[in-house]
């Protein structure tokens, strides 16, 4: 059974900073891509930033030079974060974690449920 489990949302000011956690338990499949999305109420999800297992990394032009995503593979860890800086009240959304990957030759993904980010004075 895998868990993904996102954590780190909550209500800041338009300048602010979040940063948000992602961990997956029971993960026994090769992660290979790791990634953060968004859907604001009447949108679609749309993807964020997404960090590959090499550690090359890829941003949504709305969020560059703002949110840096970073991920810590130490001791078997699958632990992904997402640094949010200069939140902007568009920045209101719920914030899934995405993990992709392998077991032997099957394809795996799995959703969190959700942390909720609200950026509003």
């Known amino acids: 059974q895998v868990e993904v489990v996102e954590s780190g949302g909550g209500l800041v000011q338009p300048g602010g900073s979040l940063r948000l956690s992602c961990a997956v338990f029971?993960?026994?499949?090769?992660?290979?891509?790791m990634a953060w999305y968004r859907q604001a109420p009447g949108k679609q999800r749309e993807s964020v930033a997404t960090?590959?297992?090499?550690?090359?990394?890829?941003?949504a032009d709305s969020v560059k030079g703002r949110f840096t995503i970073s991920r810590d593979n130490a001791n078997a860890k699958n632990t992904m974060y997402l640094q949010m800086n200069s939140l902007k009240p568009e920045d209101t959304a719920l914030y899934y974690c995405?993990?992709?990957?392998?077991?032997?030759?099957?394809?795996?993904?799995?959703w969190g449920q959700g942390t909720q980010v609200t950026v509003s004075s």
């Open positions: 029971g993960s026994i499949f090769r992660i290979n891509v």
């Open positions: 995405n993990a992709a990957g392998t077991l032997g030759a099957i394809a795996k993904n799995y």
């Open positions: 960090i590959f297992t090499g550690g090359s990394t890829d941003y």
